[in-house]
């Protein structure tokens, strides 16, 4: 009797495994809680968004007296910092869409891991990062004069594909803080700003007070946009590899400390109700 009961018991829901959450929210994620992903977005960001800041920038430091190598310098810099719209912007309204959608409770109270399920989400705006700088450094070849040396290119992929990881791990950072706050784009235009400004994207680090560099120092963006110009530079491996441990480091902090923020505001919002409100 007692064997037939425990037979008749349903069987108790097991969380999914990491790879079945991971792939699942890569796959549903853009139709989802980024659905503002659409072709025209994607395009946009990948072919235009680079164009135009680097053709403002360039006028820029050409109407303040800069020469070719300033340019080029500044039409590098521009390149790479184009991966924060599609890294951080993406990744950090992920919060803002589900709080929209009416979503977001329903996610907080299911089994699947929370690790997996960000990173998931992370997997298709790295892939678009990726595209967003190869085309933004193509510009800078074809338009700004910039040399890049085909024995750097795979110097070059390593330093993009770690500089892409780490800034969406950044994004991810951001998308815990803007769990706890009424909206992300404030946050995420912050730190656009900042990271044109402290990560050497138009003017070198050297030229910042002592105070602004060490601050510059704990973006994911400067390392890799360090390791992307020394790489252009034909730098010798040992420099290189030191600089990629720093990108890779950078953006495995941000992802360890992003999953510390997400569960302790998560804990504040549901104590407060901040969850719902968007």
């Known amino acids: 009797m007692a064997t037939a009961l425990a037979s008749a018991r349903p069987a108790e829901p097991t969380s999914p495994t990491f790879w079945r959450t991971f792939w699942a929210n ?3 994620a853009p139709r989802t809680s980024l659905g503002f992903m659409r072709l025209d977005f994607v395009l946009g960001t ?8 680097m053709v403002f920038f360039a006028f820029v430091v050409q109407l303040g007296g800069g020469g070719a190598s ?6 590098i810099g521009n390149a ?12 950090c309204q992920t919060t803002d869409n589900e709080k929209t959608l009416g979503t977001m409770e329903h996610l907080l109270v299911s089994p699947a891991g929370r690790f997996a399920l960000y990173l998931g989400r992370g997997l298709i705006p790295i892939l678009i990062s990726l595209a967003t700088v190869a085309v933004g450094l193509t510009y800078a070849v ?8 085909v024995a750097t290119f795979p110097g070059l992929a390593v330093s993009v594909v770690l500089t892409a990881f ?7 950072l951001l998308g815990g803080v803007a769990l706890y706050l009424r909206t ?16 050497g994207v138009n003017f070198p680090l050297s030229s910042l007070p002592p105070a602004l560099q060490y601050l510059g120092d704990a973006l994911p963006l400067t390392w890799g946009l360090a390791a992307i110009r020394a790489a252009i530079s034909g730098s010798a491996l040992g420099p290189l590899a030191v600089l990629w441990a720093a990108v890779a ?7 360890g400390l992003s999953m510390g923020l997400w569960d302790f505001f998560e804990r504040r919002a549901k104590a407060t109700g901040s969850i719902a409100r968007f």
């Open 166 to 172: 780490a800034m969406v791990g950044f994004g991810l």
């Open 184 to 199: 992300s784009i404030i946050l995420g235009n912050i730190f656009l700003f900042i990271g044109l400004l402290l990560s």
């Open 46 to 53: 990948v072919f235009v968004i680079p164009l135009t800041q």
């Open 142 to 149: 074809l338009l700004f004069g910039v040399s890049i040396p």
């Open 26 to 28: 890569a796959v549903l």
């Open 80 to 91: 790479v910092a184009t991966v924060s719209y599609s890294s951080v912007f993406t990744v």
């Open 70 to 75: 300033a340019i080029a310098f500044t039409a």
């Open 249 to 255: 480091i950078s953006g495995i902090v941000s992802i």
